[in-house]
């Protein structure tokens, strides 16, 4: 609807394909995709998807001809006019990358999350394809207002995946245990207060994200309208600068690199 009433406005329409159904490999063939993708066009009310993604497939997808000449079916039948994945690993990421089809990769990337800054940002720049950075707060833990007495609700994945009992540990904080995350990510709060500039934590962590060179878009969350005009003012943001940087590098070299850096 939002398109409809803008037309003028450069919006991109992206979705995600496999959310619903068991992740195993016998249910990415192409009459499902067909099904999901018809599906998205009639509920968008839009002709062709501008972006469809693989949401987290098993890893073998990321190297199966058959997944990806089904995708390219979908491009030539004008159904999509570019598809990506969603990896948790960086290997899967690169996978992906080594497939010509493949426009966009979207990864876990934040300051307590480095590791895709080694190999993946470079051989996304390399081979021209779009990073989605998601997680780009780390759940939340680098907005700098948690506390290691911090509750959420039962229904809150902060409260029952933080070991990975429910999905991949990686997707909640990063991966990283929450009373080092909590203490990592005041010494985050600190380093920003030391900008030459006015920005919040979160705005700070969102900057980090965006002026990486090879990410193309940060998809933060926003709970209030608050939120996501403070999250969008991020971009705004001058450029961080070394001092910053060296610092955050820094941090996670001290505190987080040996708990996650080759986890994923």
């Known amino acids: 609807r939002f398109r409809a009433e803008h037309p003028?406005?450069?919006?991109?329409?992206?979705?995600?394909?496999?959310?619903?159904?068991?992740?195993?490999?016998?249910?990415?063939?192409?009459?499902?995709?067909?099904?999901?993708?018809?599906?998205?066009?009639?509920?968008?009310?839009?002709?062709?998807?501008?972006?469809?993604?693989?949401?987290c497939p098993p890893?073998?997808?990321?190297?199966?001809?058959?997944?990806?000449?089904?995708?390219?079916?979908?491009?030539?039948?004008?159904?999509?006019?570019?598809?990506?994945?969603?990896?948790q690993t960086c290997d899967e990421a690169l996978t992906a990358m080594s497939r010509r089809g493949t426009a966009t990769v979207q990864i876990i990337l934040n300051a307590f999350r480095r590791k895709p800054l080694e190999t993946v940002l470079p051989s996304a720049i390399t081979n021209g394809v779009g990073i989605i950075a998601r997680v780009p707060l780390a759940s939340g833990l680098?907005?700098?207002?948690?506390?290691?007495?911090?509750?959420?609700?039962?229904?809150?994945?902060r409260t029952f995946n933080r070991a990975g009992a429910a999905f991949d540990v990686g997707e909640t904080f990063s991966g990283v245990d929450y009373e080092t995350g909590v203490r990592a990510a005041k010494e985050f709060s600190d380093l920003v207060a030391e900008l030459p500039f006015e920005?919040?934590?979160?705005?700070?962590?969102?900057?980090?994200?965006?002026?990486?060179?090879?990410v193309t878009t940060v998809i933060p969350g926003a709970r209030t309208v608050a939120q996501a005009r403070a999250n969008a003012a991020a971009g705004e943001l001058p450029p961080l600068g070394s001092e910053f940087m060296d610092g955050v590098r820094?941090?996670?070299?001290?505190?987080?690199?040996a708990q996650v850096h080759d986890r994923w």
């Not at 990321?62 to 979908?74: E, G, P």
């Not at 920005?199 to 090879?214: I, T, Y």
């Open 142 to 157: 680098l907005s700098g207002g948690y506390t290691t007495s911090t509750r959420f609700a039962e229904n809150d994945h």
């Open 59 to 87: 890893t073998a997808a990321y190297s199966s001809d058959q997944i990806y000449d089904a995708l390219d079916a979908l491009v030539s039948d004008g159904a999509i006019g570019g598809y990506g994945v969603s990896v």
């Open 199 to 214: 920005a919040s934590p979160a705005q700070a962590a969102l900057a980090w994200v965006a002026q990486q060179e090879g």
């Open 8 to 55: 003028d406005l450069p919006i991109m329409v992206a979705t995600k394909m496999g959310r619903r159904v068991d992740q195993v490999l016998e249910n990415y063939t192409l009459e499902n995709f067909r099904a999901w993708t018809d599906r998205s066009r009639r509920n968008l009310g839009m002709d062709k998807l501008d972006l469809v993604q693989l949401h």
């Open 250 to 257: 820094e941090l996670y070299d001290r505190e987080l690199r």
